[in-house]
């Protein structure tokens, strides 16, 4: 990995999460010093996060460095004024269930990995602090727009994370940063799904398999285990059985939680997906209608 400069080395260290430990960024227990430095932090100096920590509402640094050597999940949105810097360690992961704003002159080091479901917003001058990574591509991920100035300049051996010139593109992103989507596959793919759908999502279950005559209707399917949720979408195959294989096609305007197939002509099979939000969904067992068509008639003949 190539050394690159990061604001850590001018903010003299005044707050200290407990080492491997996991707790509320609002709580004091979380904080070797016994207190915690609070959602608006405004002092000249670092606070540093070497356990997993969350908070409960957004932060916003006005002054000082917020250094990230291990996880920092804030819930809401992350601001920097005019005085503040971010600093991401290799390996340390900053995950932001809101917006980022970014002030004037804030330097962002991004050494490891930094997810923001919203936007991101720079309202400073143009160029004048810096956005950078030392991963090529960076391990920045954004999951809506980005307004304002982004800053263009390197660092050393790092390049601007909204580099969409010569940097190393993301699957979904033609810039050095990638979009929500790029994360899959990555190694923080399964930390962030815990995250952002919480305890799970538990689908319930549906009932039950049927065999229709020719002419004939289904019964309705409907639900014979309740679902942690109640936003549904329904879908149905009749080359699958399961629903991670074969072609699956969403049934339009199958959003209740039982479903009437009415008629049908051929063998099909249904299942129902549970949706949370944030793209965190969950899939029942499939019920396969089996469709047995009419006995060809057969002909009686007199000598």
């Known amino acids: ?58 932060l916003f640094f006005d002054k000082g460095l917020l250094s990230i ?17 971010l600093n991401v360690d290799a390996g340390g992961v900053l995950i932001v269930l809101g917006s980022l704003a970014v002030g004037n002159k804030v330097d962002i080091a991004a050494g490891g990995t930094i997810i ?25 991920y954004i999951g809506g727009s980005i307004t304002g100035s982004p800053p263009t300049s390197s660092s050393g051996g790092a390049i601007p994370v909204f580099d969409c010139d010569t940097a190393e593109e993301h699957e ?15 190694e923080v793919e399964e930390y ?5 759908c919480g ?5 319930g279950a549906i009932a039950s398999d049927q065999t229709v ?29 399961d629903p991670s294989t074969g072609t699956w096609t969403l049934i339009s305007g199958a959003t209740q939680q039982t479903y009437n197939p009415g008629l049908i002509t051929e063998t099909i099979s249904f299942y129902r997906q549970v949706q949370k939000g944030n793209g965190c969904t969950a899939n029942s067992n499939v019920v396969v209608i089996t469709f047995s068509p009419n006995p060809s008639p057969v002909g009686i003949f007199h000598e």
Not at 172 to 186: A, F, H, L, Q, R
Request: hydrophobic share 30%; with cysteine; charged share 15%.
């Open 1 to 58: 990995m190539f050394l690159f400069s990061s604001p850590s080395s001018i903010w003299a260290q005044a707050y200290l999460s407990k080492d491997n430990y996991t707790g509320n960024w609002e709580d004091g227990i979380s904080w070797t010093g016994g207190s915690s430095p609070g959602l608006n932090y405004n002092n000249a100096s670092t606070v540093a996060v070497e356990g997993e920590i969350t908070t409960s509402n957004s």
């Open 69 to 85: 050597r291990d996880t920092l999940v804030v819930n809401g949105n992350l601001g920097f004024g005019n005085n503040g810097d």
């Open 116 to 140: 923001i479901t919203g936007n991101v917003d720079f309202s400073g001058s143009a160029n004048k602090g810096s956005f950078t990574s030392d991963q090529f591509p960076a391990q920045v």
């Open 172 to 186: 979904n992103s033609e810039c050095n940063y990638g979009v929500i989507e790029d994360i899959e596959g990555e």
């Open 192 to 196: 962030f799904q815990e995250i952002i």
């Open 199 to 203: 305890g799970g999502v538990n689908p």
């Open 213 to 241: 005559c020719d002419g004939n209707s289904a019964s309705t399917i409907t639900e014979s285990l309740a679902s942690s949720e109640n936003t549904y979408q329904w879908f149905s195959s009749v080359d699958s059985t």
